[in-house]
């Protein structure tokens, strides 16, 4: 029998400059970014230690998984596999439309809100221009202007949130994109509505404001609402207002990558030309419509996160122990010098929090709020580890 012939035929000699380096055509921002550090995934914890009994409470992640509305919405699809997905993502469009009130021209899906927080940058950023953000600020921000070539102006923040007097004048003519985190991860912190207006009334209707709402159920639950603001409400009397929210947190879809931004027609046209074709696969598409319409897992979720607040903090008093007030479904706890020593501990101790100390924060670590079993698990590591520490 004969071979078979090979698929790919090459008549390109051995390389030999194997050392060659390509620092000299990259593109020169690309080299000074710092990619961003995401949580310890517990496969790679078991890996490591061997652990049977680990909690993840490192990425804000939904406890109760996702509805299993949404598990049968994916398990239906599925026979479709093979097909490309709808690259308009209408049927969810169309329900996020329903659902914000607003129309379909004025949303575009992200691979999660990720993918479109970059996408303002490429869209209205480059060389020469500013982009402003937050000190402590989600650090995507940072980022996007870094790969765009622009220049990220850092505004020191107020009480561990944004100050937005602060950042209204850190606003130049070169200025294209604010950046602004409400509930900012990770601090956990909030601006409320006259706060916001007072800022946006500042900002030239040319510069474009990105309000990262990631977070809105947990905090729409925990204040008031005469304080509270959200975004949408000002989507149409203000064109240079993009809102940007996320099915990773709330809705418990963070590994299927959906987000969504709003704001008006023009704006979200140029990042629907911008992004890739495919963006969304179709199981996510399915599973966001199916999250959406599951209003009573978002309820629980909500509400379990703010008993799971109070189970964290009452222990944290105990313990004496600091933290950043927050509304979000995260809390960031100051154990000084200790944070990082701590943080190795409770690793050890089979709990995955978030070390900050790329933000600044080195004092600060970050846990998210789990179940009543999974926050116990952390509080139990902590005080233990604590102790260990004093001993
Ligand atoms: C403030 C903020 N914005 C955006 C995101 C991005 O979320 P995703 O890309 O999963 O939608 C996160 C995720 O942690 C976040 O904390």
Known sequence: MSQPAPLVHSTASTPTALTSSFKEVVLPQILGIHPYVPGKPISELQRELGLTRITKLASNENPLGASPKVLEAIHQALVDIARYPDGS???LKTELAHFLKCQTN???????????????????????DEIVYSQYAFAVYPIS??????????VTA?????DLDAMANAITAKTKVVYLANPNNPTGTLFNRQAWEAFISRVPAHVIVVLDEAYVEYAQAAVNAQDYLNGMAYINAHPN?????TFSKAYGLASLRVGYMAGTPEIIGYLNQLRAPFNINQLA??????ALKDAEFVQKGVALNQQGMQQIITALNEL???SIASVANFLCINLGEKAAKINQ??????????PVANYGLTQFLRVSIGTHAENAHFIEALRASLQEQQA
Not at 145 to 150: K, L, P, Y
Not at 285 to 290: D, E, K, Y
């Open 320 to 322: 004496n122990i600091e």
């Open 285 to 290: 598409q399915v599973a966001a419509v199916a």
């Open 241 to 245: 207002v993009l809102v940007s929210r």
């Open 145 to 154: 202007a870094q790969v765009v070539g622009a220049t990220g102006v850092e």
């Open 158 to 162: 107020k009480n561990w949130g944004h």
């Open 345 to 354: 501990m409770l690793l050890q101790k089979g709990v995955i929090v978030r």
């Open 106 to 128: 004025q949303l575009v899906i992200g691979n999660g809100s990720n993918e479109l927080l970059e996408l303002v940058a490429r869209a209205f950023a480059g060389p020469g």
């Open 89 to 91: 993502a209408y049927e």
